[in-house]
């Protein structure tokens, strides 16, 4: 919170999924359920900075659950976003490398591991899309993890395996750049999905 003035909207800037553009009416980092929910009913998407420790996972579950509560999912979907959301935010802590500070107590000013949350509608249904971006276009093990191959002996490489469960096959990755900060960092976005129903979509996005 205290580098909030160097974070183009603040702790929790709202975007257009599409355009990036900032909402002047942000809701901040303390946003009610409601509020953001209503955000991302109005077509917006909601994002916000990652710890750069292991708290980012506990955020992740926070910001998970507070929006999709909102937004009048099931329990057991919202439990097991939070559980995907948390794995997405977790694997941030692998891919900090490109993070770039400033000043004499360092704070990121571009680069830092971000969660994004918004609505879409594909495969013939409404969804909800939660995103976890760091700025490393490659991966820990040199190439994209393959969900199930882990072996059972391993420490960690289990994350995507229970996100590909989890989500029923709707998750991903791409290129993208970061949102906040100073200036736009390239790196990589892996996103998972969950079906939203379509009676909680307004009209006006529908259309």
Same mark, same amino acid.
């Given at each position: 919170p205290g580098a909030a003035g160097r974070w183009r909207g603040g702790p929790a800037a709202?975007?257009?999924?599409?355009a990036g553009r900032e909402a002047a009416d942000s809701p901040g980092a303390d946003a009610s359920p409601v509020a953001g929910a209503a955000s991302l009913l109005a077509g917006d998407c909601l994002?916000?900075?990652?710890?750069?420790?292991?708290?980012?996972?506990?955020?992740?579950?926070r910001m998970f659950s507070e929006t999709a509560s909102g937004l009048g999912l099931p329990d057991e979907l919202v439990y097991d976003g939070m559980t995907m959301a948390?794995?997405? /935010? *977790?694997?941030?802590?692998?891919?900090? %490398?490109? &993070?770039?500070?400033?000043?004499?107590?360092?704070?990121?000013?571009?680069?830092a591991p971000e969660l994004w949350l918004y609505l879409r509608h594909a495969a013939g249904r409404w969804e909800l899309v939660c995103k976890a971006f760091d700025s490393l276009t490659g991966w820990k093990c040199g190439t994209p993890p393959t969900p199930g191959?882990?072996?059972? /002996? *391993?420490?960690?490489?289990?994350?995507? %395996?229970? &996100?590909?469960?989890?989500?029923?096959?709707?998750?991903?990755?791409h290129l993208s750049r970061s949102r906040l900060g100073c200036w736009r960092v390239p790196g990589k976005a892996v996103w998972f999905a969950q079906p939203v129903?379509?009676?909680?979509?307004?009209?006006?996005?529908?259309?």
């Open positions: 709202i975007t257009h999924p599409e994002v916000w900075p990652l710890s750069l420790d292991a708290t980012c996972a506990s955020e992740g579950r948390s794995e997405l /935010a *977790a694997n941030t802590l692998y891919a900090q %490398q490109n &993070v770039q500070f400033e000043g004499v107590a360092p704070q990121p000013v571009a680069g191959r882990a072996d059972p /002996a *391993a420490v960690d490489g289990r994350g995507l %395996q229970m &996100v590909a469960g989890l989500s029923g096959g709707r998750w991903g990755h129903h379509p009676g909680c979509i307004p009209a006006r996005l529908k259309r």
